[in-house]
């Protein structure tokens, strides 16, 4: 992860869940506030992502772990 954890990603529930889906994730399972997506390809990828109300915005150190656990880079994240 690049030094400037500060830098602009996608911040709320409905923008990450939205990218996650258009590179082919689907929503696998549900548990509180935990929702899990899920991508096979020739490795599966999981991603946790917490809902998240009122448009708040991921810790920058939550970003990464998405970031890493789905296999996109994080340049695509960043461009998006």
Request: hydrophobic residues 35%.
């Amino acid at each position: 992860f690049e030094s400037g954890l500060e830098m602009t990603f996608l911040e709320t529930f409905r923008e990450v869940e939205k990218f996650l889906q258009d590179r082919g994730f689907y929503l696998s399972q549900i548990k509180g506030s935990h929702y899990f997506y899920v991508k096979k390809a020739e490795k599966e990828y999981a991603v946790e992502v917490n809902f998240l109300t009122g448009g708040k915005s991921y810790p920058p150190l939550t970003m990464k772990t998405m970031i890493v656990n789905s296999g996109i880079s994080e340049k695509e994240w960043r461009d998006r």
